[in-house]
């Protein structure tokens, strides 16, 4: 356990003040340990990942930061076209993509290259390119901090929604999971695609739809349009896609402003509405709206919360302004 780490080192946005205590987890036992220890102490606790989704503030968490490092991924049962794999939530979710798609199972191909762990996937409900973990779950192994044990969620008990789940919003902080468990099935996606992905199946003239094929596909087209967190500061996808209703979606594709079906809702890509406020490649207070993907927010020179929210607001007014859409911040925030 380290004492005073600066959250800005453990978050890819590198923003945010000291945190009072970090430690690693590296297997399960330490989970309920540390929540000892917080009790004890009367420590609030946050539960970090990679940190590519996680803003920290100037003030910093005066509390018990806990850095997910649970590994191991493990098949429960196959049968001819289906398979059940557990993974550590401390897996990359990205190399869980590499040992599903090599193995010829489709369900979270298209979710390659998303910078975060597998322990998040559940909790932000993520998804891309029409595939969420909404779709596959079946349930996670958590440790619930009101009754001191392990136990086992079902999927339909997580209340996946668009970027949410009682993980983020109802039991917020209730939770350590600890693996995650997902039903895949041998095939591979059809055509059409979404459109980023379309175009590059188009251009490149694929045919091949395994999913190792739709893997290196969404690998290649992520690389051209999001920064390397390793190399960049940036918390990927920034704002979330407007949804709206039927009715809305039908008038605004008469407006031509463009919509499409994301796990079963009509959404607005805030990356679309962003570009055509003219905001690309603008920066505010040394946040810079990235010249590649609009939905993108990279950390030029800021040095502070203040900054990002200035930049936030002064995006989220401008697209506002032209279209009457408040955009929502997807990376949630360290507090």
């Not at 968490?61 to 076209?81: A, Q």
């Amino acid at each position: 356990m380290q004492e005073n780490v600066l959250i800005s080192k453990l978050t890819t946005m590198r923003l945010g003040g000291p945190a009072r205590y970090v430690q690693e987890v590296t297997e399960p036992k330490q989970v309920a340990e540390a929540y000892d220890f917080a009790r004890k102490n009367s420590l609030p606790v946050y539960v970090l990942g990679y940190g590519s989704n996680v803003i920290g503030r100037d003030e910093g968490f005066d509390g018990l930061v806990l850095v997910n490092k649970l590994k191991g991924v493990e098949t429960v049962s196959e049968t001819g076209d289906e398979v059940v794999i557990k993974a550590a939530s401390g897996e990359m979710l990205d190399d869980l993509c590499g040992f599903t798609a090599e193995r010829g199972y489709t369900g979270i191909e298209a979710m390659s290259a998303i910078p975060g762990t597998v322990g998040a996937a559940p909790v932000q409900n993520v998804g891309a390119y029409g595939q969420e973990i909404a779709n596959v779950l079946v349930g996670v192994s958590a440790y619930d901090t009101s009754q001191g044990r392990t136990l086992w969620i079902d999927a339909a008990d997580c209340q996946l929604g668009y970027r949410r789940s009682i993980f983020n919003t109802t039991e917020f902080g209730r939770y350590f999971i600890t693996a995650v468990t997902i039903k895949l099935r041998k095939g591979q996606l059809r055509p059409p695609f979404y459109i980023s992905l379309q175009a590059f199946v188009e251009q490149n003239g694929l045919t091949d739809f395994s999913p190792m094929a739709i893997r290196q596909a969404v690998t290649a087209v992520r690389a051209g349009k999001l920064p390397d967190p390793k190399q960049i500061a940036s918390s990927g996808s920034f704002f979330k896609n407007v949804v709206v209703d039927d009715a809305t979606a039908a008038k605004m594709q008469r407006e031509g402003v463009r919509t499409y079906e994301e796990g079963g809702r009509n959404t607005v890509p805030s990356g679309w509405l962003i570009e055509q406020t003219g905001l690309k490649g603008k920066e505010f207070h040394g946040m810079r709206v990235s010249d590649k993907a609009a939905l993108i927010l990279i950390n030029e020179s800021a040095h502070s919360y203040a900054d990002l929210a200035a930049a936030r607001q002064e995006i989220s007014d401008a697209v506002y302004k032209k279209f009457g859409f408040r955009l929502e911040q997807e990376p949630v925030e360290l507090a």
